[in-house]
């Protein structure tokens, strides 16, 4: 199913899941059963990564759909389409389609880590950001898809060792551009600063659409580590009123700086949602295939408990083990 329609015919709020390909064949089967049991949280939709350049082509693809096949979700798959060869993408919308999966995320990708653009010989020069992908989609494949993109509420950090500094409003008119292409819904990057996100959500609401779905990207607190890492490589900053709730006595502590976590992505959300009067109702979790913390999020935010089924708490005991 299209998620630009689920998402208009939902009233009250929802959220959806982020999953990546695991390596080997044990840890997929384990994601899978995972994911069965994330699917009592209720979520609109789930996604599943794509390795930029077509690097987990084959996995992505797998995962997606047995995914589709076998939890009752629509999936969105992701696709980048930059540093890859065309027949790639066609490849991956042909099996999507022959799989029943009805939902795109159009990006245009990183080059690998340690290589800039200017490194890399642009393998189809068709697709040089993901506004070219939106156009390919909408225009070859046309009613077939609902495509999704990125936004960044706090400006996507391209060019950064040129001096470019991140600002929301310059990528405003490409985003512009990705929509008036077509695209149905907007994902946006992880965040943790509340103000930066509201700010970007009245531009977007001025500059780029009014009515097009803007869902928030939160990635669960499940260690200090691992916390700092993410910000830092998605450049989001973390507020001075957040860092304050870890002081360095507990940031070794998994556990409490798990529970803090959750109180924090907990207050993000109530935040936002009684902030943008029903303008943001799905809230996008990066689970890290971890379920732990995205349960407890959920169990315990009052704007997100309600999509719990009936019976979840029963599940809740398999969610506190988080078997990689
Ligand atoms: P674009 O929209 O093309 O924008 C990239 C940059 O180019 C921006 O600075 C923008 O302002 C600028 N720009 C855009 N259009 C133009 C234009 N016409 N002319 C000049 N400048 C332009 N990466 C993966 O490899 N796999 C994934 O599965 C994946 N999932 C993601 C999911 C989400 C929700 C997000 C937010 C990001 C994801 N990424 C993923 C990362 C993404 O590929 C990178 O952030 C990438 O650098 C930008 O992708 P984009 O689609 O936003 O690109």
Redesign the pocket.
């Known amino acids: 199913m299209s998620i630009r329609e689920l998402y208009d015919a939902k009233e009250g709020p929802t959220l959806s899941l982020?999953f990546?390909p695991p390596k080997t064949e044990a840890g997929k089967q384990n994601l899978l059963d995972r994911m069965q049991r994330m699917s009592a949280l209720d979520p609109l939709f789930i996604?599943v990564?794509?390795?930029?350049g077509g690097t987990t082509a084959e996995k992505t693809l797998e995962l997606a759909s047995l995914a589709q096949k076998n939890l009752n979700l629509p999936v969105c798959m992701?696709l980048?389409c930059t540093n890859m060869e065309k027949h790639i993408i066609d490849d991956a919308l042909m099996k999507c389609k022959i799989s029943g999966i009805r939902n795109i995320?159009?990006?245009?990708?990183?080059p690998p880590i340690g290589q800039d653009w200017s490194d890399l010989e642009a393998a189809n020069s068709e697709f040089?950001?993901?506004?070219d992908l939106v156009r390919y989609i909408k225009t070859h494949h046309s009613g077939e898809f609902c495509v999704g993109?990125?936004?960044?509420p706090e400006g996507?950090?391209?060019?950064e060792a040129e001096g470019y500094e991140q600002d929301p409003l310059?990528?405003l008119p490409?985003?512009r551009?990705?929509i008036d292409a077509g695209a149905d819904f907007v994902?946006?990057?992880l965040f943790y600063d509340v103000e930066k996100f509201l700010s970007f959500e009245v531009l977007f609401r001025e500059q780029v659409s009014s009515e097009i779905p803007l869902i928030p990207?939160l990635m669960p607190i499940n260690s200090f580590l691992l916390f700092n890492r993410a910000a830092k490589l998605s450049h989001a900053s973390i507020p001075q009123s957040i860092l304050q709730k870890f002081p360095p006595e507990i940031q070794s502590d998994d556990d409490t700086v798990k529970s803090i976590g959750i109180e924090v992505l907990i207050d993000i959300i109530e935040r936002i949602y009684n902030s943008t009067s029903g303008r943001i109702k799905c809230f996008?979790f990066y689970t890290l295939n971890l379920e732990k913390a995205v349960a407890k999020i959920v169990a315990n935010s009052p704007t997100l408990c309600n999509t719990l089924e009936e019976g979840e708490d029963e599940n809740e005991e398999a969610a506190t083990s988080e078997p990689e």
């Open positions: 982020e990546f996604t990564t794509w390795g930029a992701h980048t995320l159009a990006l245009r990708g990183d040089k950001h993901a506004v993109v990125a936004a960044y996507h950090c391209e060019g310059k990528d490409f985003l551009e990705k994902i946006t990057q990207g996008h």
